[in-house]
């Protein structure tokens, strides 16, 4: 039996997604998957995470202060070796099989990504017969790349080099599940298939004009940590709710149905479903993020952004869940 919480009427189950969706999904049950997952996967394996909640590193690098702030642990996804690959590998393997396993026809996959290792999730995705459909970019400036050779300070001619790209967007892979017939057939059997337009005149589009997590949610998350008054992190990966509500929105072409994410971390893809009032279920594996999740949901739903305030979306909550119906 996996542990599960019910917050605000929706199902958290806190353990190893594989044996979850296994156990507890039906084939065919959910209508698309919105997820951020491990993307190297040995970054949160036990000993990582307890290096980086320890500030020691690991695969986990701890960039210095600036401006006298502290700045967000990054994975370096450049010293994987090809055992860690293999395990990247087999890991985005079984995620293919059991996603294929539980989407409906048509549903589709959104799946967060990083430059270094995209080839070799889409991969997985492709050989678990999933459909490749797009690689959506969330521009987001970040500290990752751009730095200059180690010891450039005693070698002046080595100024001006740097020896990677600075990262300034995010992939997210954009897979769905095949169908043998029409959209709007599908459409009509399984509710899925295509993707909701942002409005009448402008359909969903690849290139998700972001920007950072904003402070304020960061905060959220921080204060649910289940350590209290002690120094305590927010989630490294918090995801921005317009962000997630933009993915989300995308993802129910009727608004119909249920979204899965499988790696939940602090709840951002079941905060941004619940403002959109759509039903959604997430699976963690680490038990203080889980707890940070069942936390932090309820506050995050309550971030304003501008995707909530969209016509649609306003008379679809008032028609299906209210936010006022917090129950934790
Ligand atoms: C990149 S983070 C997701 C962060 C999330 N987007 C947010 O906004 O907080 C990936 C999460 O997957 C969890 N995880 C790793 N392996 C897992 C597994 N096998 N089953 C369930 N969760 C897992 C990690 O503990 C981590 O919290």
Redesign the pocket.
């Given at each position: 039996m996996n542990e599960c919480t019910q917050i605000m009427g929706y199902d958290l189950y806190q353990?190893?997604?594989?044996q979850v969706l296994e156990e507890e999904f039906d084939k065919n049950s959910i209508h698309a998957v919105v997820t951020?997952?491990?993307?190297s996967v040995i970054e949160?394996e036990t000993a990582h995470v307890e290096k980086m909640r320890d500030g020691k590193g690991g695969v986990w690098r701890i960039p210095p202060e600036l401006d006298g702030n502290k700045r967000k642990p990054l994975p370096r996804f450049t010293v994987l070796t090809e055992d860690d690959k293999d395990k990247l590998r087999n890991f985005f393997k079984q995620f293919g099989e059991a996603v294929e396993r539980v989407l409906r026809p048509g549903g589709h996959v959104f799946v967060a990504c990083t430059q270094l290792l995209m080839h070799e999730v889409s991969q997985q995705l492709d050989e678990a017969g999933l459909e490749r459909r797009d690689v959506l970019i969330r521009e987001t400036k970040t500290l990752r790349g751009g730095d200059r050779p180690k010891g450039a300070h005693d070698h002046p001619e080595y100024k001006m080099v740097s020896s990677m790209p600075r990262v300034y967007w995010e992939p997210w892979l954009l897979y769905r599940k095949p169908f043998d017939r029409r959209l709007d057939e599908n459409l009509g059997e399984w509710q899925t298939g295509g993707l909701r337009r942002e409005s009448d005149e402008r359909p969903f589009t690849d290139l998700l004009g972001n920007g950072k997590t904003p402070k304020e949610e960061t905060e959220i998350v921080k204060n649910a940590h289940p350590g209290g008054e002690e120094e305590v992190e927010a989630?490294p990966?918090?995801?921005p709710q317009k962000l997630m509500r933009e993915l989300c929105h995308a993802a129910l072409p009727l608004r119909e149905g249920t979204i899965l994410d499988?790696?939940?971390?602090?709840?951002?893809?079941i905060a941004a479903a619940y403002a959109l009032g759509y039903d959604a279920v997430g699976?963690?594996?680490?038990e203080t993020?889980y707890e940070m999740a069942q936390n932090a949901i309820p506050n995050l739903a309550e971030v304003p952004t501008e995707i909530e305030k969209r016509d649609d979306v306003e008379e679809h909550r008032t028609q299906s869940r209210s936010l006022s119906d917090f129950s934790n």
């Amino acid at each position: 039996m996996n542990e599960c919480t019910q917050i605000m009427g929706y199902d958290l189950y806190q353990g190893n997604s594989f044996q979850v969706l296994e156990e507890e999904f039906d084939k065919n049950s959910i209508h698309a998957v919105v997820t951020d997952p491990p993307y190297s996967v040995i970054e949160f394996e036990t000993a990582h995470v307890e290096k980086m909640r320890d500030g020691k590193g690991g695969v986990w690098r701890i960039p210095p202060e600036l401006d006298g702030n502290k700045r967000k642990p990054l994975p370096r996804f450049t010293v994987l070796t090809e055992d860690d690959k293999d395990k990247l590998r087999n890991f985005f393997k079984q995620f293919g099989e059991a996603v294929e396993r539980v989407l409906r026809p048509g549903g589709h996959v959104f799946v967060a990504c990083t430059q270094l290792l995209m080839h070799e999730v889409s991969q997985q995705l492709d050989e678990a017969g999933l459909e490749r459909r797009d690689v959506l970019i969330r521009e987001t400036k970040t500290l990752r790349g751009g730095d200059r050779p180690k010891g450039a300070h005693d070698h002046p001619e080595y100024k001006m080099v740097s020896s990677m790209p600075r990262v300034y967007w995010e992939p997210w892979l954009l897979y769905r599940k095949p169908f043998d017939r029409r959209l709007d057939e599908n459409l009509g059997e399984w509710q899925t298939g295509g993707l909701r337009r942002e409005s009448d005149e402008r359909p969903f589009t690849d290139l998700l004009g972001n920007g950072k997590t904003p402070k304020e949610e960061t905060e959220i998350v921080k204060n649910a940590h289940p350590g209290g008054e002690e120094e305590v992190e927010a989630h490294p990966n918090l995801k921005p709710q317009k962000l997630m509500r933009e993915l989300c929105h995308a993802a129910l072409p009727l608004r119909e149905g249920t979204i899965l994410d499988p790696f939940m971390g602090s709840g951002s893809t079941i905060a941004a479903a619940y403002a959109l009032g759509y039903d959604a279920v997430g699976i963690e594996l680490d038990e203080t993020f889980y707890e940070m999740a069942q936390n932090a949901i309820p506050n995050l739903a309550e971030v304003p952004t501008e995707i909530e305030k969209r016509d649609d979306v306003e008379e679809h909550r008032t028609q299906s869940r209210s936010l006022s119906d917090f129950s934790n």
